[in-house]
C-alpha cells in the first residue's frame, strides 16, 4: 500500500460495510510503517486512460510480540469470488511469520458468513465471542484464531 492508493481504500472502507477508519489513519499507519499494508492491484486495461491501476482490495494487519492483529481486509464488490481475499490473506501471513508471529487473531461480525469461511480456508477457528462489539448496526463479533 501506499499514499497514492489511500483515496481508493478510503472508497473501497465506505462500500463494503467494513468499519470506517477513513483515509487518514491509514496515512497516519503507513507513516509509523510498523503495520503489514497490502493491496490487490488489477492493471490497466479495461479502465479509463487516465487510471492505468486500480486497487482491487486491502489488508491492514499488525505484529505485536508474538501475534498478529487482521485489522482490515476487504475487495471491491465486483472483484470478489476470485481469489483476491485469499491472496491478500496469505501474503500478510507469511509477512507476519517473517516477522516471527506465531499467532494471528481478529474479530469477525457473527453474520459475516462469508469472511468467517474465508478465515476457515486459512486455518482459522473460533476462540470466542465479544457481545455487541460492532456499533451501527450492533452486533457480537466472534474471535478467530490460527496458529502460524
Ligand atoms: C470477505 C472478502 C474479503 C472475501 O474476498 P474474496 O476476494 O471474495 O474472497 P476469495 O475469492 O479469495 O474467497 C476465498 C474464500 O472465502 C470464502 N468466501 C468468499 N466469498 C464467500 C461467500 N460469498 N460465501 C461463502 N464463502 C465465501 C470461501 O471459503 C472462499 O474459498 P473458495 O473459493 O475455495 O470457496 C469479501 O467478501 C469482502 O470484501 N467482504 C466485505 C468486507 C468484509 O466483510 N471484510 C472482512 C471484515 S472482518
Do not use: C
Amino acid at each position: 500500500m501506499a499514499e497514492a492508493d489511500l483515496r481508493e481504500i478510503g472508497e473501497i472502507e465506505r462500500t463494503t460495510g467494513l468499519s470506517i477508519w477513513g483515509e487518514e489513519a491509514y496515512r497516519a499507519e503507513l507513516e509509523k510503517g510498523n503495520s503489514i499494508m497490502l493491496v490487490a492491484v488489477s492493471a490497466a486495461r479495461e479502465f479509463d486512460a487516465e487510471q492505468q491501476r486500480r486497487v482491487s482490495g486491502f489488508i491492514v494487519a499488525r505484529v505485536t510480540a508474538d501475534e498478529v492483529h487482521i485489522n482490515n481486509v476487504a475487495v471491491r464488490e465486483g472483484a470478489r469470488g476470485q481469489g483476491l481475499g485469499s491472496l491478500l490473506l496469505a501474503a500478510a501471513l507469511d509477512q507476519a511469520k517473517r516477522a516471527r508471529a506465531q499467532m494471528a487473531v481478529l474479530e469477525v461480525r457473527a453474520s459475516n458468513r462469508a469472511a468467517q469461511m474465508l478465515y476457515v480456508k486459512h486455518n482459522f477457528v473460533v476462540a470466542g465471542r465479544r457481545r455487541n462489539y460492532y456499533k451501527t448496526p450492533p452486533e457480537d463479533a466472534l474471535v478467530m484464531t490460527a496458529a502460524l
